[in-house]
């Protein structure tokens, strides 16, 4: 079944693309990466999805405006892969609602209706409100793909993503949860100087140094302190969070982004650390910036930090490939979350079905659920 997952993640820059071919044999899932792509928002529409985030308001009709517009550019990234069964889109999050670590909603736009539309085939979408409704945190929801992946490295192994934020996947005990910002703070800093989107490949961080004090008073910050299973975005670490806590400061803007490079560093290093990794398997946009990465392997101990590349799971497309993943399993009848790893009351199947253009036909549920999963590129 060649499923195409979309997402476009808390950098909300563009929409991430991936076609795998999916076949099940026995307990063995195998994966066919056929298809990775990247596609830029339009800069007018980038703006309008950046106005609405926290803190700033938006009204209804501007909800309503961005659904559309977004799922329309899903639908043209969509247009742009090829013939697939089945589409799998995660939208964008603009609010991940959570209160004293519990999450009361989540909202994604992008209406699943213009991608059907545009493709002909069933589309997949809102998986995360079926987790939040049974009690999880709705994140990270690519610890369903992280733990059968693993499951043939040796030794204490897990697998973290680098996004706007952080997530780390424990393959034993079995564990996800949200570590804390990824890109978002630096990103952040480097638009409100310069008006780019982020610190190509790590330059102005490489510029800089580390301000101790700053570094101290931003880990001080109480999430990274609470248990999981939890999850955060942009409702948390957002440019007014930034300006509140290193405004005081002055730093120059070299020495801003090395500090907050270095925030992500730590943080993500210290639950790395907690749980005594042998082996971490690192994907998403961090993985290109040289200096996070640098610092990550510094701080990190013993663990050894391959990048998701070497499992047949190309880094830049790691998070589509596992929303394909997640729309075989809605497909198929089969639940797409771990409850140990969300926080929910149990396993569910997730999203809502919109069907394409001719009569939904879903495939009958195979006995059991996958246990390990075989990635590879169709040119290897």
């Known amino acids: 079944m060649r499923v ?5 993640g808390t950098s909300h820059d563009g929409i991430d693309s991936a076609v795998v071919d999916w076949s099940l044999d ?67 999050t603009l609010y991940h609602w959570v209160e004293d670590g519990r999450v009361r909603g989540t909202l994604q736009l992008g209406q699943a209706a213009w991608i059907a539309e545009r493709t002909g085939v069933p589309v997949v979408s809102d998986l995360r409100s079926r987790d939040v409704s049974a009690g999880g945190q709705g994140a990270p929801l690519v610890s369903s793909f992280d733990l059968p992946l693993l499951a043939g490295l040796p030794g204490r192994s897990g697998a973290l993503n680098l996004g706007g934020i952080a997530n780390l996947t424990v393959r034993e005990p079995g564990l996800a949860y949200d570590t804390g910002p990824a890109s978002a703070l630096i990103d952040a800093a480097v638009a409100a100087a310069t008006g780019l989107p982020y610190d190509e490949d790590g330059r102005l961080a490489a510029a800089g140094t580390v301000h101790e004090g ?12 609470a248990a999981p299973p939890k999850s955060t975005g942009k409702e948390l670490f957002h440019p007014g969070y930034l300006d509140a806590v290193a405004g005081p400061y002055g730093l120059a803007l070299p020495d801003l982004v090395a500090t907050l490079t270095a925030l992500t560093a730590e943080t993500a290093a210290a639950e790395i650390r907690r749980h005594r990794l042998g082996t971490v398997v690192a994907s998403g946009g961090g993985t290109r910036n040289p200096v996070m990465m640098a610092m990550l392997r510094e701080r990190a101990g013993e663990a050894r930090i391959v990048l998701s590349d070497e499992l047949g799971v190309p880094s830049g497309a790691k998070e589509a490939i596992a929303f394909s993943f997640l729309g075989w399993l809605t497909a198929h009848g089969l639940p797409g979350t771990v409850p140990e790893c969300t926080g929910a009351s149990g396993p569910r199947v997730l999203g809502s079905v919109t069907p394409g253009r001719g009569p939904l036909r879903l ?3 195979p006995p059991r659920a996958p246990a390990r999963l075989r990635m590879r590129t169709a040119s290897t």
């Open 4 to 8: 195409l997952g979309l997402i476009s």
């Open 26 to 92: 026995g307990d063995v899932l195998t994966g066919v990466v056929e298809h990775i792509g990247e596609r830029p928002y339009d800069a007018a529409l980038r703006a309008r999805i950046v106005a609405a985030l926290p803190p700033r308001p938006a009204d209804m009709g501007e909800v309503c405006r961005l659904d559309t517009l977004i799922g329309q550019a899903f639908a043209d990234a969509a247009a742009g892969c090829g013939p697939v069964d089945l589409v799998c889109s995660h939208g964008q």
């Open 214 to 225: 700053l570094l101290t008073e931003l880990l001080a910050e109480p999430y990274y302190r």
């Open 363 to 365: 495939p009958e549920p």
